[in-house]
């Protein structure tokens, strides 16, 4: 008979039970390993993805104008830079970080500073910075630090940084620590000494992260910001390159830890952000095209020529003969000008604001730059003949105002029997108005900055006297950051008196041909004058400048009679010699001006440095010939 085993009440056998324990902990221990590789690539993507949210408050998000522009958007949109980097020490007393702003442009002395910021924080400025140490606070705060004083006075002052009314922010929310028993078994050491004091300093702050940017294993991200020189830096302005990093799973990394060849830094997170990636170059470009403009408003456009290759002036300078006014914007209170702050006053002043005429005697409108000195407004003649106000000395210790107008322009083509049609006058606007009303009434860059205008008084010390050759108009844009002299300023116009100007020494040699076939008689009020037609060769010839000096006429036939004709100033170009007969004055009002009749004129063309054109000299003068 054959028995049938009844395995239903039968237990694991002894080796049955050992497979199944080794099975087991073979599968555990591969679990736990890939468990934990899991872990940490999710933490390293929750990692990149901190730092793309970074990049997006820093400079927006990736995208474009209808014209291929990059559209900047962020902190950097709206401040024209990237967020400074700022430094962080531990409060004892509040335990806290404590935000200090201290750079080496804070401070005359480098030597003072760098020992004042040892003393601190226990490293130098340039290697804290090259540590990756600092934090983009204005990414999320608009008061972003305490500034240091000068170290000199070993105290530091608690005037608070402000980022002002650009940044509209935030941009990132308030970082909080996630993590806070982190630093368990961490000291901070003020002012530290020992090599082990600072390198424990430095492990506290990477992992004290309340108030710092931190990665997904809870350690502060390190910001490295290059300029165009290779050096590392805490200003974000124009040619930084930024990296962004965390130290990666291993929690480690080897100075400069944005380079990955180094130890430790194989599995560092880095995002970098390129120049290119943050630099406006819309309004960059619109700006240029400005500037440009400006240029065009003031002395014509930079390329036309006429036929003989010689420069066609244009604009206010060649439609005056002169540099036209600055005008700043004041507060006026008995006769005495005073700059109007950019803040509301505290108590209501005497007077009213408005444009007023720069004065080279008024300290208040000097502007200075290194050793030279500056006279600095707005050029409100470009747009406007009533572009302000002018204060008169009346010479007994008070002062008056009257309006500044500028007497619109008069062709003397038209007006032949009219001697005051001299030419120059405002045939304006030589650009298109800005908006804005007051104070607000400024050409800007499109940045919504105030262009600088600014005429050069004195270099090195020594003055530059009036209408001499070496005076000079240069128009500045502040660039993306809105601060004139910070490194990202755009190439702007620069104009030389001696890019237009005919000098007084000039003379021109005429001769005079009787063609009528009988005497003329001319009294001794007839005269020779220059004037000036505009620089733009394309239209009909315009009278459009300058009077000459008065020079009696023959009294009898004569076939030739040579003069030379001594030029007032005024802008390069082409001019008219002409003969001009007066018209006898009127007795019963002696007070009108002289009225007469143009008899004869040609034209001629001197250049910016105060030359004839080639051919215009002694040996081939100019010839007004006088017909019936």
């Keep these: 008979m054959t028995r049938v085993r009844d395995w239903s009440n039968q237990g694991f056998t002894l080796l049955e039970i050992i497979i199944v324990l080794g099975v087991m902990s073979l599968f555990l221990l591969m679990t736990v390993p890939a468990a934990g590789r899991l872990e940490e690539m999710q933490r390293v993507k929750d990692t990149r993805n901190r730092l793309d949210e970074i990049r997006t408050a820093m400079i927006g998000h990736d995208a474009f104008d209808a014209n291929g522009y990059r559209i900047v958007g962020g902190y950097a949109g709206d401040m024209g830079a990237l967020p400074e980097l700022y430094t962080s020490v531990w409060d004892m007393v509040f335990e806290a970080w404590e935000w200090v702003s201290l750079n080496e442009e804070d401070f005359e002395n480098s030597t003072a500073f760098e020992i004042a910021f040892e003393n601190k924080f226990g490293l130098p400025e340039n290697e804290y910075f090259a540590a990756g140490r600092g934090q983009p606070r204005g990414l999320w705060k608009k008061v972003v630090s305490k500034k240091a004083s000068d170290p000199d006075q070993q105290e530091n002052s608690e005037q608070p940084v402000e980022l002002g009314d650009r940044w509209r ?98 599995d560092n997170v880095i995002l970098k952000i390129s120049p290119r990636e943050w630099t406006d170059d819309a309004r960059v470009d619109q700006t240029e095209q400005q500037l ?54 505290e108590e209501e002043s005497n007077g009213e604001s408005n444009w007023y005429l720069v004065d080279e005697e008024n300290e208040e409108d000097k502007f200075t730059l290194g050793d030279d000195v500056y006279l600095g407004g707005q050029p409100r003649g470009l747009w406007t003949g009533q ?7 009346n010479g007994d210790g008070t002062a008056s105002e009257e309006e500044y107008t500028l007497e619109p322009w008069k062709n003397p083509l038209l007006g032949e029997d009219d001697s005051r049609c001299i030419g120059f006058g405002w045939r304006g606007p030589y650009v298109a108005p800005p908006s804005g009303t007051g104070k607000a009434e400024t050409l800007k860059d499109a940045w919504g900055t105030p262009f600088r205008f600014l005429f050069l008084v004195s270099r090195g010390g020594m003055e530059i006297p009036d209408q001499d050759p070496g005076e000079a108009l240069t128009v500045t844009s502040a660039g993306p950051d809105g601060a004139f002299d910070t490194g990202d300023d755009l190439p702007g116009v620069e104009i030389r008196r001696s890019d237009w100007d005919v000098r007084e020494t000039m ?13 003329l008689e001319l009294s001794a009020g007839d005269n020779m004058a220059i004037r000036f037609h505009p620089g733009n060769g394309l239209e009909e010839i315009k009278a459009v400048s300058v009077v000459g000096e008065v020079y009696s006429n023959p009294t009898e036939a004569e076939l030739y009679n040579q003069y030379h004709l001594t030029f007032l100033r005024g802008c390069a170009g082409y001019r008219l010699a002409e003969v001009w007969q007066q018209y006898p004055l009127d007795p019963e009002n002696p007070e009108n001006p002289p009225r007469g009749k143009r008899m004869a004129f040609s034209g001629v063309y001197l250049d910016g440095q105060g030359r004839l054109a080639p051919g215009e000299d002694e040996s081939r003068p100019v010839i007004l010939t006088i017909n019936k």
Excluded: C
């Design 507 to 519: 003379t021109l040699f005429v001769k005079l041909v009787n063609n009528t076939g009988e005497p």
């Design 292 to 345: 440009e403009k400006i240029r065009e408003a003031l002395l014509g456009k930079d390329a036309y020529y006429d036929a003989a290759g010689r420069p066609l002036y244009g604009g206010y300078i060649q439609d005056h003969g002169a540099w036209p006014d600055l005008f700043r914007w004041k507060k006026e209170s008995n006769a005495a000008s005073e700059e109007e702050s950019e803040e509301e006053p």
């Design 387 to 393: 572009p302000g106000v002018k204060v008169i000395d």
């Design 169 to 266: 922010g935030p941009y990132l929310s308030d970082p909080k620590d996630e993590l806070p028993d982190n630093v368990g078994g961490l000291r901070w050491t003020p002012g530290p000494v020992l090599d082990s004091e600072i390198r424990e300093n430095r492990e506290y702050e990477m992992r004290q992260t309340e108030g710092k940017l931190a990665d997904a294993w809870g350690r502060a991200l390190s910001f490295y910001y290059v300029n165009a020189g290779g050096n590392y830096t805490a200003q974000g302005v124009a040619g930084v390159t930024v990296y962004i990093v965390s130290e990666g799973p291993d929690r480690k990394s080897t100075q400069p830890a944005h380079d990955e060849s180094l130890d430790h830094n194989r």
